[in-house]
C-alpha cells in the first residue's frame, strides 16, 4: 500500500497568516492527489483534486502543488473558518486509496 | 444540490451485524461509483469500499474483506454496507462519498454526514 505522511502533525498560526501543509507518498503518485477539509463534528469537504485543482466553490486562497511524491497545501491568508484538520489522499492506487493522518490547524 | 444521508448506525456486540444505508439525492445516482470511508474516534480517514455504477465491480480494504458487504440499489438511489463479525476495532463514524472519476483523476467529491457504529460489549 501507498503510505501518505504530512507534516506537521499540528500547526497553530494566526488569521491572515501564510500556511503550507505537506503530504509526501512513499511511492510516486504523478498528480494523483487530493486535499480534503475537516471541521470537528462534520464531513470532510473536498478542496483540491488532482494536486492542484481547485474544487468549485472552494476560496482561491487555498491552492496546492506538486508531483510525484511530494506536495503541498497552501493557504495565502488564514480567515477564521480555515481552523481545521486538513487530510491529503492518494487516488493513484485505485482502488486502494490512502489518506495522511492529518493536520489539525489551530488558532495562535 | 447533491446530498447523502447515512443511517442505521447503532451500538453492537462484538460479533455482531449491522446494515448502514445511505439515501442519494440531487444527482443521477448510477451514473457513479460509491464509496464508504470511517473514522474512528479522534482518528483519521480510512477509505472501506467502493462500488462500480452497476454493482459489477466492488473493492474492500483489508481490514474488512469477508466481514462487510457493499451494495446498491439504482432504482432506490441507495448504498448500503452489510457489516458481519462485527470487532471493536470497526468503531467509527461512516461517511458515504461519491466517488468522482473525470480526466483520469478520482475524487471524493461529495460525502454524507456520517453514521456512528459502536461495538462494544
Known amino acids: 500500500d501507498i503510505q501518505m505522511t504530512q507534516s506537521p502533525s499540528s500547526l497553530s498560526a494566526s488569521v491572515g497568516d501564510r500556511v503550507t501543509i505537506t503530504c509526501r507518498a512513499s511511492?510516486?503518485?504523478?498528480?494523483?492527489l487530493n486535499w480534503y477539509q475537516q471541521k470537528p463534528g462534520k464531513a470532510p469537504k473536498l478542496l483540491i483534486y488532482?494536486?492542484?485543482t481547485l474544487q468549485s466553490g472552494v476560496p482561491s486562497r487555498f491552492s496546492g502543488s506538486g508531483s510525484g511524491t511530494d506536495f503541498t497545501l497552501t493557504i495565502s491568508s488564514l480567515q477564521p473558518e480555515d481552523f481545521a484538520t486538513y487530510y491529503c489522499?492518494?487516488?493513484?492506487?485505485?482502488?486502494?486509496?490512502?489518506f495522511g493522518q492529518g493536520t489539525k490547524l489551530e488558532i495562535k | 444540490q447533491v446530498q447523502l444521508v447515512e443511517s442505521g448506525g447503532d451500538l453492537v456486540k462484538p460479533g455482531g451485524s449491522l446494515r448502514l444505508s445511505c439515501a442519494a439525492s440531487?444527482?443521477?445516482?448510477?451514473?457513479?461509483?460509491m464509496t464508504w470511508i470511517r473514522q474512528a474516534p479522534g482518528k483519521g480517514l480510512e477509505w472501506v469500499s467502493y462500488?462500480?455504477?452497476?454493482?459489477?465491480?466492488?473493492y474492500y480494504a483489508d481490514s474488512v474483506k469477508g466481514r462487510f458487504t457493499i451494495s446498491r440499489d439504482n432504482a432506490k438511489n441507495s448504498l448500503y454496507l452489510q457489516m458481519n463479525s462485527l470487532r471493536a476495532e470497526d468503531t467509527a463514524v461512516y461517511f458515504c462519498?461519491?466517488?468522482?472519476?473525470?480526466?483520469?483523476?478520482?475524487?471524493?467529491?461529495?460525502w454524507g454526514q456520517g453514521t456512528l457504529v459502536t461495538v462494544s460489549s
Open positions: 462500488i462500480s455504477t452497476s454493482g459489477s465491480t466492488i
Open positions: 489522499q492518494q487516488s493513484y492506487s485505485t482502488p486502494m486509496y490512502t
Open positions: 440531487g444527482f443521477t445516482f448510477s451514473d457513479y461509483y
Open positions: 462519498a461519491r466517488d468522482r472519476r473525470y480526466g483520469g483523476y478520482q475524487r471524493f467529491d461529495f
Open positions: 488532482a494536486a492542484s
Open positions: 511511492q510516486t503518485i504523478s498528480s494523483y
